[in-house]
């Protein structure tokens, strides 16, 4: 852990300390001004390969702190103007612009549908801007989370082990359930669950245009609540030109990524088309773990003065060998005595614990060949984007998410009667168990509508302020079905043994605005209203000793809620490029469908979550950074945060029959930390980025749940201070890139997590290891005659070759002598391995 915090602590001062041999990142400034009248244009928004990163001050001018080397597209819109696109080039010398924005027969861009939820200078929250380029250059074919590894407080996992497949990403220890995403303003997170499952849209990221995280609560957003961050992605581009581009990726564990992607340009002033096709294929670095993804993106827009048109759709299908068990410690340590007690207790069969011993790290529990889980959801979406003169905005959207599928398991020595199914009688035998496959399905829709409507005046950019909300409906079929059975009894195919739906509606309306008091004040404020109705009806199979179904339960549940979620917060300009900010904020969720159909025996009914979160930070970006000589840029900031945290469902030590971990409400708990994020680059050579996060969790007045020998729970009488569960209190991130050579881009990523309890016992045998792990990635452009681009890339993955676990899970319950006996279980990573591309664009 020393090293972790020495390393980190670093990387961070090493920007400030480095000399002027440094990757080209020079500054881009200007002035935007009226092409008819010359006056400037206060307020225009600007983009850099598609994401924003700020706007025109007072006088018309904006300035980019450092445009990394290479091509780039700075993007400039304004309401009632025609879209203005420039090609610029990342260099030494800083360059100034001066840029004309034609009025009347504006183009709309569709900004106006993303911008209205994400965060800029003016919110006084912390978040990162991740554009085009920047996904594109660490898209290998891993999943979206992998692309977000370097960015600040995150944290990923694979179930895999290599990124392709189910993976994961916590933010300040918070796990996807906490985290609000969506896709150009339309809620991703499942309504139930409230995870966001991007296996089912697998290579997502070739068709992102920009994304952005917002740490903490952040601004209001459609769809669950944030509570950890929120991620916002777009998918809107519009390019003007015609063009054909196809990525191809092979890796380790026989991986593979194919996609082609298209566009038409502007056909006739107004019309544009764009699509991808793309196919992952993995074998996964943990045995029978493979992948098998395929995905579709199409959007048609038309375009009008003032008017923007688009219609969009993706899909996603993913089949995927279950892996989600992970490796039990015994098979990791070598332990003999502890994987008998596994066996002992039937939580693997000897001939499982045989196979565990010769499979080593790379353990898999079932050799079922269809143990898979099948899964596809297709996205409908149609967006306005609509100016109301010179000062309004509308942005609105329909859509529709359809989603179906299931997973296959073969199931040993089963109870008929828990399958709805009649004991076999042959003779005088009667049959009570058999060997059976059931599948276990969900079937669902999704559907409602967002709008946005914006108002930034011409003559005053002091004001900015936006009302926006949505409806969203969600349906949900669950239900089992046995397949095949050795005994069927009175069963058939398909025979249909537990069946449950439900549906929730929730909607919400929300305010904000910002003021620009003084030049140098501003102030922010954004009030939400939430409601939630929840209902749930029918049956549910449970499981039982050892994994088997106990038979049915009755599941049916009534839910309502209601939250108002105010925020507020303010900037103060020190200086040119300087700003400190603060910003206060509430958020409050609802439990998850497992906290409800799965509750604690003989606890309180859940309650809804709540969090008060502090955010107040510093911030410079100095595109001419005289520190560090000539040609150089700096950019930093510092965040401090506090989580604070009312009925916060955790897992409290007391299991189910089987061991699964149950949640209840603990009344109190906070994070608290500190977000370091620095910057620094100078002429054509290198440039150093990284981040650091140093952070504190706990539950105040946590009690332990154990059992008896009578399987009764037993909870501790004392309560104590507790660490919370996979919440490391030291991450970082660092990128070392240069440019040895013309077109030859060369990083190393080097990320570190701080150990990890797998519950809130702060046990040090129940716990993550902290880790470090070294990545190598090589880009190499050339523009030949007769394409436009080729692009050569290689990423190496653990290049030091570590055994490393990113995740896990634990829990324990009494053996036949009453003793408590824990079981504990782990998800290793990939050891070294390495995936290879070729782009063409053509």
Request: net charge neutral; hydrophobic share 35%; no cysteine.
């Amino acid at each position: 852990m020393k090293n972790v915090l020495v390393l980190g602590s670093a990387a961070l001062v090493l920007p400030l300390l480095a000399p002027t041999a440094a990757l080209a990142q020079g500054p881009v400034a200007g002035t935007v001004t009226d092409t008819r009248s010359g006056a400037v244009l206060p307020g225009a928004t600007v983009l850099l390969d598609g994401a924003v990163v700020g706007a025109t001050d007072a006088a018309g001018r904006f300035a980019v702190p450092a445009v990394p080397a290479g091509a780039h597209e700075l993007r400039i819109t304004f309401l009632g103007y025609e879209a203005l696109s420039q090609a610029v080039q990342g260099q030494t010398a800083e360059q100034q612009l001066a840029l004309g924005l034609r009025p009347g027969g504006a183009v709309l861009t569709g900004e106006a549908l993303v911008t209205a939820s994400r965060a800029n200078e003016r919110t006084a929250t912390a978040y990162t801007n991740l554009g085009k380029q920047d996904l594109a250059k660490r898209n290998f074919g891993q999943d979206i989370p992998y692309l977000l590894d370097q960015t600040p407080s995150v944290v990923v996992t694979s179930d895999a082990g290599a990124g392709v497949g189910y993976t994961d990403i916590r933010v300040r220890g918070t796990s996807n359930t906490g985290i609000n995403m969506t896709i150009n303003g339309v809620p991703l997170n499942d309504a139930e669950s409230h995870g966001s499952f991007l296996v089912n849209l697998p290579d997502l990221a070739s068709s992102v245009s920009s994304l952005q995280v917002q740490r903490g609560v952040g601004t209001s957003q459609n769809g669950g609540a944030a509570f950890g961050a929120s991620i916002n992605i777009s998918t809107f581009e519009n390019r003007t030109e015609a063009y054909a581009e196809t990525q191809n990726t092979f890796g380790s564990f026989n991986t593979w990524k194919n996609n082609v992607s298209f566009g038409t340009g502007l056909l006739g002033g107004h019309f544009l088309v764009d699509g991808r096709l793309s196919r992952i294929v993995s074998e996964g670095y943990m045995n029978r773990a493979a992948s098998d993804l395929k995905s579709y993106y199409l959007s048609a827009g038309y375009q009008s003065k003032n008017t923007l048109l688009k219609f969009i759709t993706f899909s996603g299908r993913e089949k995927t060998y279950q892996s989600w068990n992970g490796v039990p410690e015994p098979i990791l340590t070598g332990d003999r005595k502890l994987l008998q007690l596994f066996v002992d207790n039937g939580e693997l069969t000897e001939e499982a614990a045989a196979r565990g011993l010769q499979e080593g790290r790379r353990f898999s529990y079932y050799t079922y060949d269809n143990q898979t889980d099948n899964y596809q959801q297709n996205h409908y979406q149609l967006h306005l984007s609509q100016a109301l003169g010179t000062d309004w905005s509308l942005g609105a959207a329909l859509h529709l998410t359809r989603g179906f599928g299931y997973y296959e398991s073969y199931r040993a020595d089963r109870k008929l009667d828990n399958y709805s199914l009649d004991n076999v009688v042959i003779g005088t035998q009667t049959i009570k168990r058999t060997n059976l496959i059931d599948q276990k399905w969900l079937d669902n829709y999704f559907y409602g509508g967002t709008f946005a409507l914006n108002y930034q005046p011409r003559a005053n950019d002091k004001l900015q302020a936006t009302l926006g909300g949505a409806w969203n409906q969600f349906k949900n079929d669950h239900y089992g079905e046995v397949i095949w059975a050795q005994y069927a009894s009175n069963g058939g195919i398909r025979h249909r043994y537990y069946f449950n739906d439900a549906t929730k509606t929730d909607y919400n309306a929300y305010a904000r605005a910002t003021y620009q008091v003084l030049p140098q004040l501003g102030v922010y404020a954004d009030v939400q209203v939430r409601h939630i109705d929840y209902a749930i009806d029918g049956v549910e199979s449970k499981p039982g000793a050892a994994g088997a179904v106990r038979g049915n339960v009755d599941v049916t549940t009534r839910a309502r809620y209601t939250f108002f979620n105010p925020k507020a917060g303010a900037t103060f300009a020190l200086g040119e490029g300087q700003q400190l900010y603060a910003s206060f904020a509430v958020a409050q969720r609802e439990p998850v469908r497992s906290d409800f159909v799965d509750p604690a025996a003989g606890a309180d009914p859940v309650k809804a979550e709540r969090l008060h979160d502090l955010e107040a930070g510093y911030r410079i970006s100095r595109p001419e950074a005289s520190v560090l000589g000539p040609h150089t840029a700096l950019r930093f900031e510092a965040n401090y945060f506090y989580m604070n945290y009312r009925n916060q469902l955790v897992a409290t030590g007391r299991v189910n029959d089987v061991g699964t971990a149950l949640r209840t409400n603990v009344a109190r708990s906070y994070r608290t930390g500190i977000e370091l994020t620095g910057f620094a680059s100078a002429n054509d050579l290198i440039s150093l980025s990284s981040t650091l996060t140093l952070s504190r969790n706990r539950i105040l007045n946590f009690r332990e749940t154990v059992y008896d020998a009578n399987y009764e729970p037993v909870t501790a009488s004392e309560g104590r201070n507790s660490t919370i569960s996979y919440s490391p209190s030291v991450v970082s991130a660092h990128t070392l890139e240069g440019q040895p050579l013309k077109g030859l881009r060369v990083a190393l990523l080097y990320k570190t997590v701080g150990q990890q309890y797998l519950d809130n016992t702060a046990s040090a045998t129940k716990r993550l290891d902290a880790y470090q792990v070294l990545d190598l990635r090589l880009r190499y452009t050339i523009r030949p005659t007769f394409v436009k681009e080729i692009e050569l890339g290689l990423l190496v993955n653990n290049v030091l070759n570590r055994e490393y676990e990113a995740n896990g899970y634990t829990y324990g319950y009494p053996n036949g002598d009453g003793q408590q006996q824990t079981f504990t279980y782990y998800f290793p990573q990939a050891k070294r391995n390495f995936l290879a591309s070729v782009g063409v664009k053509f």
